[in-house]
């Protein structure tokens, strides 16, 4: 399988403990991409790296949560203190940057549920 | 900012029937780039169809076509001769070139469509 992974699929936690989560993008994919979905509604924008540099940050991402992709290749995405509030599915993609072939390509998510 | 609007919230067909999806998109960028995916229960977005913003030829492809109005900006969806395994929540979304040529995406709410044998 090439396309974009995400572990864990499912993660339940209890308020105010840190959760971790890992994407592995495309192995050619220099971007990768975080995003959050709530229910019945679209993924918002959390977070995006070309290769190790983190581009650009979402101000939905408050202090609480820290992205990072140290080689270039897989990413972890940390919440630290977890609220309620933070139950979403996350999602990984990743893309090329070059030319105009700039589609995303989505993992399948992880499911947070804060109790 | 860029913002994307799906008004239809549910649309329900029977097998065969052709249906549209509805897009309108806001942007201040002149150059910019629109999709269509599809995330069916399983949960995992599909990528359907990508759009740039200078080039209005609308195409089809098999039973899928897409209809770019940048006139109206609006960049429309639709599916011929539907089937139960279109059944899903499909989602238009937008990126701009000023931010990046791969920046992030703006997506809508999506509509869920439910295909009926």
């Known amino acids: 399988d090439t396309g974009v992974s995400q572990d864990p699929r499912h993660k339940i936690t209890k308020r105010g403990q840190n959760v971790t989560f890992r994407c592995d993008p495309i192995s050619e994919h220099n971007r990768l991409y975080w995003y959050r979905q709530t229910l019945g509604q679209g993924p918002e924008f959390l977070t995006y790296f070309q290769n190790e540099a983190q581009l650009e940050k979402s101000r939905l991402l408050s202090d609480r949560f820290s992205a990072e992709r140290p080689k270039g290749s897989f990413s972890t995405l940390e919440i630290q203190r977890t609220e309620q509030g933070d139950s979403a599915m996350y999602l990984c993609a990743s893309s090329i940057s070059q030319g105009v072939r700039n589609e995303q390509f989505f993992g399948p998510g992880t499911r947070l549920t804060v109790l | 900012a860029q913002k994307v609007t799906q008004a239809q919230t549910e649309i329900s067909v029977v097998e065969k029937e052709d249906v549209t999806l509805d897009c309108v998109y806001e942007?201040?960028?002149?150059?910019?780039?629109l999709f269509w995916y599809k995330q069916p229960p399983s949960g995992e977005l599909v990528f359907l169809i990508r759009r740039n913003s200078f080039d209005e030829q609308n195409e089809i492809s098999g039973r899928y076509s897409w209809n770019f109005q940048k006139s109206t900006s609006s960049f429309n969806f639709t599916i011929t001769a539907s089937q139960v395994v279109d059944s899903a929540v499909y989602f238009c979304?937008?990126?701009?070139?000023?931010?990046?040529?791969?920046?992030?995406?703006?997506f809508g709410k999506g509509i869920t469509l439910s295909v009926r044998p």
């Open positions: 942007t201040r960028d002149t150059t910019y780039y």
């Open positions: 979304a937008l990126s701009e070139r000023g931010t990046g040529a791969n920046s992030k995406l703006t």
